[in-house]
Antibody
Framework: QVQLQESGPGLVKPSETLSLTCTVSGGSINSYRWTWMRQPPGKGLEWIGYIHNSGRTDYSPSLKTRVTMTLDTSKNQVSLKLSSATAADTAVYYC??????????????WGQGVLVTVSS | DIQMTQSPSTLSASVGDRVTITCRASQSIGGWLAWYQQKAGKAPNLLIYKASSLESGVSSRFSGSGSGTEFTLTIGCLQPDDFATYYCQQYSTDPRTFGQGTKVEIK
C-alpha cells in the first residue's frame, strides 16, 4: 500500500523559505507526477504544482516565481520550497500522487497533510 | 486556467435525503472530472472519476453525471458518515483546478 508522509517545520517566519518533504513508501516514485497542494484554514484546495521523475515540473502561475520542487529517487522523497513566505501561505500542505492510469489521472494517494503557519 | 464553480456552497440536509451538488467548468473538460470527499482534518478521498465512474470501495449511494461544462454529484440516501465537504476537480488540463467546495451539513 502506497503511503505518503509530509514533514517539515510547522512555523515559518515571514520572508523565509517554507520547506517540506514528502516521503513515499510502499511504492516507487518513478513514472508518476507528484503534486503539492495546500488548503488555507477553512478554505478550499489549491494546486501548487507537480514534479515528474523525468524532471518535468509545472507550477501554479500565481506561485511559480517562488516555488521549487525537487525529487530524490534514492530516498523516495519529493520536496517543496516556497520562498518569501507571507501569512497568506499559512495552510495545510498536502503531497499527492497523480495516477498514471489513462483516463484516470486523478489524485489517488495523499499524505495526511502538515499545517504550516507563517508568523513572526 | 479552467475555473470550477460549485453550487451550493453549503447544503443542509437530513439523513435519508437525496442531495445533488453541481459543478460547472469555465470551458469544456470533456468527462475529465473527479469528485472528492473531505472530512475535517483529513485529506480528500476520491469518490468519482471520469465524471461518472465510481471508485472502487466507494458506496453506490454516490453517483456522478455530466460532460462538457456541467456536472453533478448525487448522494442517493444521505447517511451520517456523508456529512462532509465535497470538491470537484478537473484533470483535463494543467493546472489542475478544484471547485471551492460544498459543505453538506446536518439540518
Amino acid at each position: 500500500q502506497v503511503q505518503l508522509q509530509e514533514s517539515g517545520p510547522g512555523l515559518v517566519k515571514p520572508s523565509e523559505t517554507l520547506s517540506l518533504t514528502c516521503t513515499v513508501s510502499g511504492g516507487s516514485i518513478n513514472s508518476y507526477r507528484w503534486t503539492w497542494m495546500r488548503q488555507p484554514p477553512g478554505k478550499g484546495l489549491e494546486w501548487i504544482g507537480y514534479i515528474h521523475n523525468s524532471g518535468r515540473t509545472d507550477y501554479s502561475p500565481s506561485l511559480k516565481t517562488r516555488v521549487t520542487m525537487t525529487l530524490d529517487t534514492s530516498k523516495n522523497q519529493v520536496s517543496l520550497k516556497l520562498s518569501s513566505a507571507t501569512a497568506a501561505d499559512t495552510a495545510v500542505y498536502y503531497c499527492a500522487r497523480e495516477s498514471n492510469t489513462p483516463g484516470k489521472t486523478i489524485f489517488d494517494y495523499w499524505g495526511q497533510g502538515v499545517l504550516v503557519t507563517v508568523s513572526s | 486556467d479552467i475555473q470550477m464553480t460549485q453550487s451550493p456552497s453549503t447544503l443542509s440536509a437530513s439523513v435519508g435525503d437525496r442531495v445533488t451538488i453541481t459543478c460547472r467548468a469555465s470551458q469544456s473538460i470533456g468527462g475529465w472530472l473527479a469528485w472528492y470527499q473531505q472530512k475535517a482534518g483529513k485529506a480528500p478521498n476520491l469518490l468519482i472519476y471520469k465524471a461518472s465512474s465510481l471508485e472502487s470501495g466507494v458506496s453506490s449511494r454516490f453517483s456522478g453525471s455530466g460532460s462538457g461544462t456541467e456536472f453533478t454529484l448525487t448522494i442517493g440516501c444521505l447517511q451520517p458518515d456523508d456529512f462532509a465537504t465535497y470538491y470537484c476537480q478537473q484533470y483535463s488540463t494543467d493546472p489542475r483546478t478544484f471547485g471551492q467546495g460544498t459543505k453538506v451539513e446536518i439540518k
